[in-house]
């Protein structure tokens, strides 16, 4: 397990969105939002660009959480995912500050959890459309967990990912405990400002 959480943290950790904002000629910390991710991105780029920084998080979330459940099932891999999201979240090459997250969890959602993924990207545009972008992802995250409680309660199937047990709650909790903050914070820095033009970060 530990080489599994040392790959995710590993991967989370890569400054992709950076990478991808100094190759179009910006610096995403001192641009927009300052947020390296791919709603900021949007803001000072383009479409073009934050769907790259978006399918970026994606890939590192997905792989930490494939590579985790390779190594030994399903509580490896979201040892692995929860590493991943730590990191993006508390990069370390940048002083523990980084992105909000969100693009990698929905990565690793795509391996560990894809029904939760589904029954939460339609409450998290509707809610980002009805509320402030950071006041709606709140709302989508509790939803997010809300419903991994009713799917492990009823023990129903996905189509690929972890079990529905207790071990899909536990990577609920942590994705979310671990993002959460991020928006929580930007409520009220961003309480006069104009809504943002997306999300994922």
């Known amino acids: 397990m530990i080489w599994a959480i040392l790959f995710g943290y590993v991967s989370g950790s890569l400054p992709t969105a950076d990478l991808v904002g100094r190759l179009r000629g910006v610096d995403l910390r001192s641009s927009g939002s300052g947020n390296p991710g791919a709603a900021n991105a949007l803001r ?17 979330g997905a792989a930490a ?11 490896t891999a ?15 090459w940048f002083g523990f500050r980084g ?7 929905a990565g690793t959602a795509l391996v ?3 029904a939760g993924l589904l029954v939460t990207l339609p409450v998290l545009g509707a809610a980002a459309k009805g509320l402030r972008s950071a006041a709606g992802t709140l709302v989508a995250l509790g939803w997010f967990l809300g ?17 529905a047990d207790d071990t899909l709650v536990w990577y609920a ?25 997306g999300t994922f970060g």
């Open 65 to 75: 959480a494939i590579v985790g459940a390779a190594i030994d099932g399903d509580a």
């Open 78 to 92: 979201i040892a692995a995912a929860t590493a991943a999201v730590l990191a993006q979240v508390h990069n370390p």
């Open 173 to 197: 909790i942590g994705v979310v405990v671990l993002t959460a903050p991020k928006f929580a914070a930007g409520i009220g820095r961003n309480r006069s400002a104009p809504p943002p033009s």
């Open 112 to 114: 560990v959890w894809p």
């Open 44 to 60: 000072v780029g383009g479409r073009r660009m934050a769907a790259i920084v978006l399918t970026l998080d994606l890939v590192k």
């Open 147 to 163: 419903a991994s409680l009713l799917w492990a309660s009823n023990g129903w199937a996905t189509p690929w990912g972890i079990v």
């Open 99 to 105: 992105g909000k997250g969100l693009g990698v969890t």
